[in-house]
């Protein structure tokens, strides 16, 4: 259970990096790119923890594809990012491809 937890933490810290990213314009702004570079470097940490337990596969999978999912809603409160029915349900897929892999895989530990 704390591989999941250390996954989650890692996906969050991902999150706030990348959004960062965005505000710190090229990194000349630098509160921003403080921030991209903490959390870049706290979510590899903690996804390097993850993987003692979680394999690597299935960890990256759910990091890369939540993240992808909680850029883009963040991209679209923050930012005004239009999101149109085909960006809709690709991240549908791609939530569904995370909750299957995660439920019904043999090789993911419940």
Known sequence: MKS????SVAILTEVVA????KASDGFSRIMPSIVVI??????????SLALKTIPVGIA??????????LITVIAWVMYGQKLDLGALV?????LAGVVVMNLFSSVTPH
């Open 90 to 94: 690709g991240m549908t897929l791609i």
């Open 60 to 69: 990256y999978a759910t990091w890369a594809g939540l993240g992808i999912v």
């Open 4 to 7: 999941w937890i250390f996954l």
């Open 38 to 47: 903490v959390g870049y470097v706290l979510s590899f940490y903690f996804l």
């Open 18 to 21: 990348t959004s960062a990213l």
